[in-house]
């Protein structure tokens, strides 16, 4: 009688114990692997249109994650995504991308006479915002250069359009750009889908 209690006991304990681990937060690596699907291992994607987050600084990540939970951001998917983490899992969501090395995309197609046009336009109209030619994930824009090319094209798009918001300095730097040159948003996109 008494093994049987001792041994019900010990059964309850062990089910409490994995009903308490089964609630307690994921850890950081855990909720960046929700994200694999999508982005990439460890937030290093091999596509065109999906952006690699890995590298991007921690309040750029915070920063796009709460836009997109809070609709103030385009997009098709990642406005319900976003609306299921919390403050906390999104602060350690970024936390663990911005700890992965940068990933460029290296194996994307692109015109080279589009680039170098490209890279021109980006050292005139650009280059005061996003240093190092886009490849700074420090920046508040995150990172440009080596990000997936048809992220980038439908990004600048948006941006153009204004489906998108952007700063006052982006919006005047985008005219002057595309008053220079009519492909001036296909131009870039091809320089920094250039970057090795």
């Known amino acids: 009688m008494m ?9 309850l304990a062990t089910g409490l114990l994995l009903s308490v681990q089964s609630l307690a937060e994921p850890t950081a690596e855990a909720l960046g692997y929700t994200c694999a699907g999508c982005h990439g291992t460890n937030g290093a994607s091999t596509g065109n249109a999906i952006p690699s987050l890995a590298g991007l600084s ?8 709460n836009e997109y939970r809070d609709d103030g951001r385009l997009s098709q998917i990642m406005g319900r995504i976003a609306k299921g983490y919390t403050d906390d899992q999104i602060e350690s969501m970024a936390t663990f991308f911005a700890a992965q090395p940068v990933h460029s995309n290296i194996n994307q197609q692109f015109d080279d006479a ?5 890279e021109k336009l980006h050292k005139k109209y650009c280059e005061s915002c996003h240093t190092a030619g886009g ?3 420090e920046d508040d824009a995150g990172l440009l250069s080596g990000n997936a090319v048809l ?3 439908y990004t600048l798009a948006d941006f153009h359009d204004g489906s998108r918001s952007m700063p006052k300095r982006m919006n005047k730097m985008m005219k002057k750009a595309l008053k220079k040159d009519s492909n001036a948003l296909d131009n870039l996109t091809n320089y920094y889908g250039s970057a090795k």
């Open 135 to 137: 490849t700074d994930p």
């Open 151 to 153: 992220f980038m094209k």
């Open 58 to 65: 921690e309040g750029y990540l915070i920063n796009a994650m």
């Open 3 to 11: 093994r049987n209690t001792i041994t019900k006991s010990a059964l």
């Open 114 to 118: 589009k680039a170098r046009k490209g």
